[in-house]
């Protein structure tokens, strides 16, 4: 008999080679959130998933608590697939592709902006 074969995301995978990081501000070039800036709080590798600050709010219902005795509604963000963010460069105001240069013997990140 075959093996079931285990969720997606359950199991160790190649991962993509990400050029962004955590704290980069980046904005969102797709979806109901598009033209939002934000910067990334986290990034899950196996999924292919960032979680952006200010971007793709949803609502979570919290029961009362000793911490939070009110309970109530708040907003948390919602991760969004990577290939919707790009990197922003905060001097042509729009988004830019990311490269890597060697220099000395070091590898840096550069911002691939025309012209």
Known sequence: MANKLPYRGSEPTKFKKIKLKKDDEVI???????????KILSIDKRKDRIFVSGVNKRKKYVRPTQENPQGGIIEIENSIHISNVMLYDSKKKKGARVGFEVKSGSKERILKSKG
């Open 28 to 38: 969102c070039i797709a979806g109901a959130d598009k033209g939002k800036k934000g």
